[in-house]
Nanobody
Framework: QVQFVESGGGLVQPGGSLRLSCVAS????????MSWYRQAPGKGRERVAT????????NYVASVKGRFTISRDNAKNTVFLQMNSLIPDDTAVYYC??????WGQGTQVTVSS
């Protein structure tokens, strides 16, 4: 079955960096466009970054453009999100997905001084 295991979150001060990882299984990872999403307290889930199967194209929501970088390693069924210059509004639970109904447990990112 489709599974996602996210990791790498934590507590970081404003201006800091984190690198999230997501290991996927149960589908053809190398042929699937992958995305990172986030859900802040009291808000809906928001897609923040997308990467095509070959990594040729990446797209970002305006609020993270220039600060976040999505990448992938198809040999390891893993997608990454490098987050730099973090701000308090980036505080959320972060998830990865490939447009499936199943979701992982997510990884908590808290940006606070």
């Amino acid at each position: 079955q489709v599974q996602f295991v996210e990791s790498g979150g934590g507590l970081v001060q404003p201006g800091g960096s984190l690198r999230l990882s997501c290991v996927a299984s149960g589908f053809t990872f190398g042929g699937t466009t992958m995305s990172w999403y986030r859900q802040a307290p009291g808000k809906g889930r928001e897609r923040v970054a997308t990467i095509t199967p070959s990594s040729h194209d990446q797209n970002y929501v305006a609020s993270v453009k220039g600060r976040f970088t999505i990448s992938r390693d198809n040999a390891k069924n893993t997608v990454f999100l490098q987050m730099n210059s973090l701000i308090p509004d980036d505080t959320a639970v972060y998830y990865c997905n490939g447009n499936f109904d199943s979701w992982g447990q997510g990884t908590q990112v808290t940006v606070s001084s």
